[in-house]
């Protein structure tokens, strides 16, 4: 009786679609990007996409969910990046060392940090600064590089709500920011591609 009791209870808590105080669980969507994210080393998406065999062993190599393959048409099973379930550690270039048609080159830990794929962009009315009038911080808090500082809502006003403030030179375009934003189902903060890499 008690072992079907607990399959019960495990397979309700599958169907779950709230947290423990009854608050709705969504899941992060991707935000449409101008210019697709590609993986430190790989250059550019032009380079990427040309070289890039489709072989997924990006794909399986990435700790953090940030690789997966395209689903759609035109870039079926490309390998593709965003950040809902995880952000491109600054210490992790496992996609560059396993990589066997050049798509994306090897790289040292050291070099990664200085590599920008891409910068955060803010969304005010996505923010909870202005949509709740707290601070939250969570983005700046987990930068890797310092490229995000907390500023007040309105300048003239010393106890409004902080927001974020993106150094675009210094931003790397790792995600952390993105994936660690509390805000669902879109992100207020999300990294826009370049076209081409940029060494900060």
Known sequence: MGALLAVGAAVKAE?????????????????????????PGSHSY??????????QLCVSNCPNGVLRPSVDAATFMLPEM?????YCRP?????????????????????KSSIQIGHAVWIKENCIAATDGV?????????????????????????????????????????????LCPVRPFSAIYVEGHKHHRTV
């Open 82 to 86: 965003s950040y809902e379930h995880g």
């Open 135 to 179: 601070s939250c911080g969570n983005c700046a808090r987990h930068c890797p590089v310092g490229a995000i500082t907390m500023i007040s809502m309105n300048p003239d006003d010393e106890t409004s709500p902080k927001v974020p403030a993106v150094n675009t030179e210094r931003c790397i375009g790792c995600g952390a920011c993105e994936n």
């Open 46 to 55: 032009e380079n990427f996409s040309r070289r890039c065999v489709s072989c």
């Open 91 to 111: 210490e992790c270039n496992n996609c560059s060392s396993v990589c066997p048609a050049g798509a994306i080159e090897p790289i040292d830990i050291a070099d």
């Open 15 to 39: 169907d779950k679609v709230t947290d423990g105080a009854l608050a709705e669980i969504i899941d992060k969507k991707k935000p449409v990007r101008a210019t697709p994210l590609t993986p």
